[in-house]
């Protein structure tokens, strides 16, 4: 099945029981196109306290069958729904393209690819996440259960809004839970296009529904007595609200997904072209706002002229590849809004005074809120540009001497999310991926993720992981039944 939406013909409705039914509030979502900052639409519904409600009473009244519906039904639903978002990716790319500037070829079909992807991985977990049982020695028998939660939430951020969808969506109702979508109020079309594919792949009423609005919205979902879980994807400052609400309501439990400022060490032994050609990537894809972007390259000395030289060229090259995301030969779009535009532009403008500028740093055009790949070199590791996630395609490069030296300033951050190490020498690989503090490290590669192992962050990156079976264990609790056998 192909719908209809478009850009030309866009889902601004609330999805609840299965229905596009209009929001309860007046207040509507603005949406501004940020290759060249013009409204797309003022009138996109934004959920209030009512809507929130008639939800939940959906979600409540689906939830029961859900839960018992057969595993091979779920499956065969979740790897229709995967087929359909597959056949209509390009659609979907488009909508969220058009308020997130991300060019089809290098963001948006990776996106859609992997939205489809959590689903089938998940919807391949149903019958094989089984639960463990006891040795009856000692007279009674003991199991334990995977138990869904019941009413389930994601809040995602507009960074990558498919594909977070999935990663909370996916394992949510993989478990038997129903789940209520909370996308971005910067990038709601695509989850809101999702109505037809989800009564289409035969999901039943109030299983699995979409509530686009802001950040009230999204403190409703996190404050609601009858939701039992949310999943958050988002800044440190709004996770910290999130688990507030979360413990002053009914103790919903929660996993944040949150910022990073991930370091990247390269050893003098490396490959230095796989590693120039990883950080390159790292902090340009998704024009930098990327959560585990490596936004902190760290060199040895002895290759540090040579690293420096070639990571100005790519960034230069990338540069070039910077252009209207409508266009198929555009491989980095424009910042989201004009608030994140000001905020990047900020953080340049004051890092000038705080390192070198060795490439980059202005804005790109006239309209619309691109700009260049920006590097800092020889910057004091208290610089601002050094300690605060920029969410932009601004990095540092800073020298170092020893190991000992460079792991403590690696993990002297507030962030655990990612972190990557280059070197030719296994031992040391290990002995530093170690040592690293966070939840994820590539070797001789960085910020990437797979869908089959665990995803997260370590200190103020978050709480909790997503994907693997972790990402089931997230949407579930443990019951214990201890059979007496005596009787
Ligand atoms: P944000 O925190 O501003 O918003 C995220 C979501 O939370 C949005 O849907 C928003 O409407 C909602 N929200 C706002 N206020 C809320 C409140 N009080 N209660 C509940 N929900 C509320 O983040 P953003 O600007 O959309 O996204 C950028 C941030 O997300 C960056 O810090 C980035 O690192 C992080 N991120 C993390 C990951 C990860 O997996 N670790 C992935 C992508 C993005």
């Known amino acids: 099945m192909l719908f209809e939406w478009s850009k030309t ?36 519904d934004l959920a209030n306290a009512e809507d929130v409600d008639a ?14 519906t057969s595993p091979t039904k779920r499956r065969d639903i979740m790897n229709k729904f995967a087929d359909l978002i597959e056949q209509n990716g390009e659609v979907l790319a488009e909508l969220t393209r058009i308020s997130l500037g991300a060019p089809y070829g290098s963001f948006g079909k990776f996106e859609t690819d992997l939205a489809a992807e959590t689903f089938r991985y998940n919807a391949g977990w149903i019958d094989k996440f089984a639960g463990e049982s006891f ?5 009674f028998m003991k199991i334990v259960r995977n138990e869904p939660l019941g009413v389930t939430a994601g809040i995602v951020p507009w960074n990558g809004p498919l594909g977070t969808m999935g990663l909370k969506a996916a394992p949510a109702l993989a478990t038997g839970n129903v789940f209520i979508l909370k996308p971005s109020e910067k990038t709601p079309f695509s989850s809101l296009a999702l109505g037809p594919l989800i009564v289409e792949a035969g999901f ?29 994807t988002g800044s440190v400052a709004t996770g910290k609200r999130v688990q507030e609400a979360a413990s002053k309501s009914n103790l919903k439990r929660v996993t944040l997904e949150l910022g990073g400022k991930s370091p990247a060490v390269v050893f003098d ?15 340009t894809a998704n024009t930098g706002q990327v959560c585990f972007a490596a936004s902190r390259v760290y060199v040895q000395e002895g290759i540090y002229d040579k690293f420096v030289a070639g990571y100005k060229k790519q960034m230069q090259e990338k540069a070039r590849l910077i252009g209207d995301p409508d266009k198929e030969s555009t491989q980095i779009g424009p ?4 608030a994140q535009f000001d905020r990047v532009s900020g953080f340049i403008e004051r890092g000038k005074s705080q390192g070198d500028l060795l490439v980059g740093g202005s804005r790109v055009g006239e309209s619309g809120y691109f700009i260049e790949p920006t590097v800092f070199t020889n910057v ?21 001497k020893d190991e000992a030296e460079i792991m403590h300033r690696s993990n002297n951050t507030n962030f655990g999310l990612m972190a990557g190490v280059f070197t030719q020498d296994i031992n040391k690989a290990l002995r530093v991926a170690s040592e690293f503090d966070s939840g994820m490290v590539g070797v001789n590669c960085v910020s990437l993720m797979f869908m ?6 370590t200190k103020e990156s978050g709480i909790g992981r997503e994907c693997g079976s972790a990402g089931l264990r997230a949407f579930t609790d443990t019951k214990t039944i201890m059979i007496n056998l005596t009787y």
């Open 452 to 457: 089959n192992v665990p995803f997260g962050g």
């Open 204 to 232: 039943p009423p109030g299983v699995f529904q979409v509530l686009s609005g802001d950040g009230s919205t999204g403190g409703l979902i996190s404050a609601h007595m009858r939701i039992r879980k949310v999943s958050f």
């Open 269 to 283: 032994d490396c490959n230095l072209e796989n590693a120039i050609t990883w950080t390159a990537n790292a902090i």
């Open 55 to 68: 939800a939940v009473e959906a979600a409540e009244k689906a939830c029961p069958e859900w839960k018992k």
């Open 335 to 338: 910042l989201a809004d004009q």
């Open 135 to 139: 040795s009856q020695e000692d007279g």
């Open 9 to 44: 013909n866009l889902p601004k409705q609330l999805f609840i029981n299965n229905e596009y039914v209009a929001s309860k509030n007046s207040k509507k979502l603005e949406l501004i196109n940020p290759k060249n900052g013009k409204t797309i639409t003022n009138d996109v």
């Open 380 to 400: 004091n590791d208290d610089a601002e540009i050094v300690t605060q996630e920029i969410f932009g395609p601004v990095s540092i490069v800073n020298s170092f």
